[in-house]
């Protein structure tokens, strides 16, 4: 069982940057794959980027390559989202989830552990 909390939403503006973190509880979390997931306003949750439980593999959505970087520190259980050159289109309630491959996490279904998400916000 993983337990996962995500931080660090809030408003910004476009242009700016902002760190959501994921902290990742339970005994195994640390063999996990971590994924950030998004979703806005009366639209479907779309997948965002993941990283591999040992740090090697991370895979971006298209939307967002370039812009946004995942990492994570395993000493401290947690996964960041680092989101630069942030877009109003950018805003949505983003999600951490866990699951044993990033390739998983990409399709998106059956994934077992879910945050509660944290809103953000990027105003024009």
């Known amino acids: 069982q993983v337990q996962l909390q995500e931080s660090g939403g809030g408003l910004v503006q476009a242009g700016d940057s902002l760190r959501l973190s994921c902290a990742a509880f339970?005994?195994?979390?640390?063999?996990?794959?971590i994924g950030w997931f998004r979703q806005a306003p009366g639209k479907e949750r779309t997948f965002v980027g993941a990283?591999?439980?040992?740090?090697?593999?991370?895979i971006y959505a298209d939307s967002v390559t370039g812009r946004f970087t995942i990492s994570r520190d395993n000493t401290k259980n947690t996964v960041y989202l680092q989101m630069n050159s942030l877009k109003p289109e950018d805003t949505a309630v983003y999600y951490c989830?866990?699951?044993?491959?990033?390739?998983?996490?990409?399709?998106?279904?059956?994934?077992?552990?879910w945050g509660q998400g944290t809103q953000v916000t990027v105003a024009s």
């Open positions: 989830a866990a699951d044993s491959t990033t390739t998983q996490l990409r399709v998106g279904v059956g994934v077992n552990f």
């Open positions: 339970g005994r195994l979390s640390s063999t996990y794959a």
């Open positions: 990283i591999s439980y040992n740090n090697v593999r991370t």
